[in-house]
């Protein structure tokens, strides 16, 4: 059975809803209308699905099979990104599919259509998992703490990207799967840091915390260049440093500055190593400076952590249906971030790229999260097709 052929056959219905859910994005865990389009296109297949209350995850079910569970995750929302791709479908409502959410939706959608029209062949369950606010990094955690991996709960799991993350180089239709590392933990922290206020004409009499935060930062970066191995990937980014001074106030010793940044690794001690060294640095500089600065972690998210094993099966079936040269193993190791790694830390997976770029207007490939990001929609089906592929392989 060639199911890039048989993906190819419903390429219609997947465009289709890529152009209806491109021209609504919607950003956070809130997309009422994206879900609302969603749900009536799983009940126009007649599959059975969950929503939720404080967030527009959807759980759809497909398959009576109890031996084997499968979950396959799409993210479903967009950013806060005026469109300027000019195409036909363009988004207008402020917000933009600028990272390939929309791709990923209609490419699950169109996996739940051919696993509809085989329900009663299939040895086993899939769980489509249709997730909010992967942006801002709490749809999985919702999607988790809601029950989405429990009865019943998914042997493994799969999910993809579109576009060219990884690669600038290797063309539209090409699949490719790293071996352990689909991407890094990422966290955003803040520092806080302490002085005492004075007059900028007697510096003597204050702690300033301007200098103070300066120091921090410059110790902070020497983790990178002088703690960790070389060849460890792991970055860390100050983003944001501000105080409450008055704007335009230039005699004021500042008693407080925050500075406001992310890090991020693949391996989980360098992580955790990171947090350390940077709570130990920002104290240490401040007391020896006169003053005080604590770090506290705002939110983060575990690395996506490929199962070695699932990925040279996922390769197994991708060689099925796609040529040799359209596959590709991903060697080195991508600092970019995915909240999937919440599914990933829970049960084993596979995470996926789909080459998908193509030239906006103006002739160039803008990366993601540009106003003018483009996908080349001629291989979404490729993505449906290893999908199906993977999941007709594990269940027999």
């Known amino acids: 059975m060639n199911y890039l052929e048989i993906a190819k056959g419903v390429e219609p219905w997947i465009l289709t809803w890529y152009h209806d859910l491109h021209q609504c994005p919607e950003v956070g865990r809130s997309l009422p209308q994206t879900r609302a389009y969603v749900c009536k296109c799983l009940e126009e297949m007649g599959i059975p ?12 079910v497909v398959g009576k099979g109890t031996e084997k569970t499968v979950a396959v995750r799409a993210d479903m929302d967009g950013l806060p990104v005026k469109e300027e791709t000019g195409c036909a479908y363009a988004s207008k409502n402020g917000n933009m599919h600028a990272c390939g959410h ?7 959608l169109g996996l739940a259509k051919l696993l509809k ?8 369950t899939v769980k489509l998992l249709f997730q909010a606010d992967e942006e801002s990094l709490s749809g999985a955690h919702a999607m988790i703490q809601d029950g989405a991996l429990k009865n019943p709960r998914p042997d493994r799991i799969y999910a993809l ?3 060219r993350l990884t690669s600038r180089t290797i063309p539209d239709g090409n699949i490719i799967i790293p071996r352990k590392s689909a991407f890094a933990s990422s966290d955003v922290f803040k520092i806080t840091v302490r002085g005492k206020a004075g007059h900028a004409a007697t510096p003597h009499l204050a702690v300033d915390a301007v200098v103070i935060a300066a120091k921090v930062v410059e110790g902070v970066q020497a983790i990178l260049s002088r703690e960790l191995r070389p060849g460890d990937p792991a970055v860390i980014t100050f983003t944001d ?25 693949v391996n989980p001690k360098t992580r955790e190593r990171i947090r350390r060294r940077m709570e130990e640095i920002a104290s240490g500089v401040a007391a020896a400076m006169g003053g005080e600065a604590a770090m506290e972690v705002l939110w983060g998210y575990s690395a996506v952590e490929n199962d070695p094993e699932l990925s040279k099966e996922l390769m197994k079936s991708a060689e099925k249906i796609l040529p040799a040269e359209k596959l590709h193993w991903l060697e080195e190791d991508n600092l970019g971030g995915e909240d999937a790694g919440a599914y990933f830390e829970t049960i084993p997976g596979v995470y996926f790229f789909l080459q ?41």
Request: aromatic residues 10%; hydrophobic residues 35%; glycine residues 10%.
């Open 241 to 265: 440093i501000h105080s409450d001074t008055p704007e335009g106030s230039y005699n004021i010793v500042v008693d407080k500055v925050e500075l406001i940044g992310g890090y991020r690794a």
């Open 49 to 60: 699905h969950e929503t939720f209350e404080d967030h527009s995850g959807i759980v759809a």
């Open 161 to 163: 990207h579109t576009g």
């Open 356 to 396: 998908s770029c193509i030239p906006a207007e103006d002739g160039i490939i803008y990366p993601h999260h540009s106003s003018k990001f483009r996908l080349n929609e001629k291989v979404f089906h490729y993505g449906t097709a290893v999908l199906m592929q993977a999941i007709a392989d594990y269940f027999g």
């Open 117 to 124: 029209e085989r329900e009663a062949e299939l040895k086993g």
């Open 102 to 108: 929309d791709a990923h939706t209609a490419i699950v």
